[in-house]
C-alpha cells in the first residue's frame, strides 16, 4: 500500500507539470491556430495548411498529455480516500498508482525534449567495427535491438541499405524508423560505440572476445524543413541490387549511389558523403529516399555545430562525446551499464529484446538540451 508521502508526490508533480508546461497558455494558443484551419481559403495552399494542422496536432497532444496525468493524479487521490472508507483494495490503490506515476513520467521525459529536432523521425546507422565475423555478429544483435525497440513504441522501419557480412551479421545497415513520436528525442541517446563483451560462439577455443560496433543516429526531414543542397557538389551512380528478391534482381539496375562533397564552414575541409538505397525496385523511388537521407546528414551536422557552440557556452554542463565508447554488454556477467551515466541492469536478455528506455531515460534526464535562445 503506497504511503501519504507517495500519494504527495504524485499530486506536487502533476502539479508542476500544469506549470512546467504553460498548460494555460497552450489551450488559449490551441483554441486560436484552430480558428485558423477554419478560415475559406485554408485548403488553397495544401502544403502550408498541412502544416498549420501539424502545428495544432503537436499543442493538442501536450494539453491531452496533461489531462490523462491530471485525471489519473485525481483517480488515485480518490482510492486512497476510499480505501480508507473500505470501498477499494491495497491493490486497486496501488494499481492507480503505478499508472499516474508511469503516466507522470512519461510526460516528465517528453517535457526533456525541447529541441525543434526531437519530434522528427530519424535514421539510424550501425557499423560493425574490427573484428570481422564477431563484430558483424554484434552488429546484427543491435540491429534487432533498436527493431524490437521501435516496433514497441509504435514505430515503423524501414531498412534503405544492408551490407550482410562475410560468413555471419552484417557490415553495416541503415535503417529509418518512423510514424511514432520523438524517434530522434529518444534515440539520440544512442550514438556512440557500443563494446559487447562474450565467450564467442564463433571461437572454438570458448574465448571471452570484445567487440565494438558503432551507432550513428540524425533526424529524418521531412518536406517542412529546408535544407540546401549543391547541385554542383552532387553525381549519381547506379548498380544492380543483390540479396532476395524476384527476376529483376541482379538484372536491373535499381540500386543508387549518391556522392556528395562537403566542405565543413569551420575548417573548409572537404569530404566525401557516399549514401547507397537499395529500398525498391523502382530506381526514382530510391533516389527519392537518397537524396532525403542526404539532407538528414547534412541537418544533422549543422545541428551537432549547434551542439557543440552551446557545450562550450554551458561550460558547467557535462560535455557529450558523440563519437565516444558509450555502453558495454557483458554477457557473462549479466551487466549492461551506460558509461556516462552509470546506469545499470542485469537484465540483459530484455535489453537485447529492446528494452532500452531505462538507458534513454538516464541519458536525457542527466543532458537536458534546453530550447534554444
Not at 487521490?77 to 483494495?89: R, S
Not at 551515466?341 to 534526464?365: E, H, P, R
Request: aromatic share 8%; glycine share 6%; with cysteine.
Amino acid at each position: 500500500m503506497i504511503t501519504q508521502d507517495q500519494l504527495k508526490n504524485v499530486m506536487e508533480r502533476a502539479d508542476a507539470l500544469h506549470h512546467y508546461l504553460d498548460i494555460d497558455r497552450k489551450q488559449i494558443e490551441f483554441e486560436e491556430e484552430q480558428l485558423r484551419t477554419q478560415a475559406p481559403d485554408f485548403w488553397e495552399d495544401p502544403k502550408r495548411a498541412q502544416e498549420q494542422m501539424k502545428k495544432v496536432k503537436d499543442i493538442q497532444k501536450w494539453i491531452d498529455g496533461y489531462k490523462n496525468v491530471r485525471t489519473l493524479a485525481d483517480e488515485l487521490q480518490l482510492a486512497f480516500d476510499f480505501y480508507h472508507d473500505d470501498m477499494v483494495t491495497e491493490q486497486e490503490v496501488d494499481d492507480d498508482y503505478q499508472k499516474a506515476l508511469a503516466a507522470i513520467e512519461d510526460l516528465e521525459l517528453k517535457n526533456m525534449l525541447r529541441q525543434k529536432e526531437d519530434p522528427m523521425d530519424c535514421v539510424l546507422k550501425i557499423n560493425s567495427g574490427a573484428g570481422g565475423t564477431e563484430s558483424q555478429d554484434w552488429a546484427q544483435m543491435l540491429m534487432r535491438m533498436y527493431t524490437r525497440w521501435a516496433e514497441a513504441h509504435g514505430h515503423k522501419v524501414t531498412v534503405s541499405n544492408l551490407q550482410d557480412g562475410d560468413e555471419a551479421g552484417i557490415k553495416s545497415v541503415t535503417m529509418e524508423i518512423e510514424g511514432g513520436e520523438y524517434a530522434y528525442g529518444y534515440l539520440k541517446s544512442e550514438n556512440g560505440v557500443h563494446r559487447l563483451v562474450r565467450v564467442s560462439p564463433f571461437n572454438a577455443q570458448g574465448k571471452r572476445m570484445t567487440s565494438f560496433a558503432s551507432v550513428f543516429v540524425s533526424p529524418l526531414v521531412d518536406d517542412t524543413i529546408e535544407v540546401y543542397v549543391d547541385p554542383a557538389k552532387l553525381s549519381w551512380d547506379t548498380f544492380r541490387s543483390s540479396g532476395a528478391g524476384g527476376q529483376n534482381v541482379n538484372k536491373v539496375e535499381s540500386g543508387v549511389r549518391l556522392r556528395y562533397w562537403y566542405t565543413d564552414p569551420d575548417t573548409g575541409e572537404e569530404e566525401e558523403i557516399l549514401i547507397e538505397n537499395t529500398e525498391t525496385r523502382d530506381q526514382p523511388k530510391n533516389k527519392e529516399r537518397a537524396m532525403t537521407l542526404l539532407k538528414s546528414q547534412l541537418y544533422d551536422r549543422a545541428m551537432k555545430k549547434r551542439l557543440e557552440a552551446q557545450a562550450k557556452i554551458e561550460a558547467g554542463k557535462k560535455k557529450i562525446e558523440w563519437g565516444s565508447q558509450i555502453r558495454s554488454y557483458v554477457f557473462d556477467d549479466r551487466r549492461v551499464k551506460d558509461h556516462r551515466t552509470n546506469y545499470q541492469t542485469s537484465d540483459v536478455d530484455g535489453v537485447m529484446d529492446g528494452k532500452i528506455d531505462g538507458f534513454i531515460k538516464a541519458y536525457l534526464m542527466e543532458f537536458p538540451v534546453t530550447d534554444e535562445e
